[in-house]
């Protein structure tokens, strides 16, 4: 994380970046070094519960591919540029969101800064971005789940393993 905030940082293009270490405090104290130019604001956040505010108010969200993150962003209608999936979940979490248009995976930190920016720089690509996050939303999955099992349309052993990732 820290590396991409270099790169977003050192590019001097106008952007307001914020920041979300939760409790790691070695990410925040390297990303704290960083003196942002005046063309960019910088906000460092260790934990929050305003992280839904913060989407909503984000054009883009560049993160880790976790799922909880993904679900929301996809309720925000959020470009994503997904970066350092850990092998498994996040993987195929990846696979997801680019198959539908709603991100880009990245390989690099220099790669998904270069990304970010590209998408900050591009309006139509953002609302076509996050029009297939939209769509990727679901908002009432949790009573879809049980209606399922209610109903006895699907076992609970096999919902789990066709919706995980």
């Known amino acids: 994380m820290h590396r991409v905030v270099g790169h977003l940082v ?9 920041v979300v270490s939760g409790h790691d405090r070695r ?23 305003d992280i839904a505010a913060l989407m909503k108010a984000a ?4 993160t880790k591919p ?4 993904i679900a929301e ?6 470009p994503l540029v997904l970066f350092d999936a850990i092998p498994g979940p996040e993987q ?10 709603a991100g880009i995976v990245t390989k690099s930190p220099l790669e998904t800064s270069l990304a970010a920016l590209s998408l900050l720089r591009d309006e ?3 609302k076509r971005m996050s029009a297939c996050a939209q769509r990727l939303a679901r908002p009432d999955a949790a009573a879809e789940i049980v209606r399922l099992i209610k109903n006895r349309e699907v076992s609970a052993q096999s919902l789990v393993r066709r919706m995980t990732a």
């Open 27 to 49: 990410a925040r104290r390297r990303i704290a070094r960083f003196c942002a130019e005046p063309t960019i604001s910088l906000r460092l956040l260790g934990w929050t519960e």
């Open 66 to 69: 976790g799922g909880l993150t």
């Open 59 to 62: 054009s883009v969200l560049v």
């Open 124 to 126: 139509s690509a953002r």
């Open 73 to 78: 962003a996809a309720l925000c209608g959020l």
């Open 10 to 18: 050192e590019n001097r293009e106008q952007m307001h970046v914020i």
């Open 92 to 101: 195929r979490n990846c696979a997801r969101v680019a198959d539908a248009g």
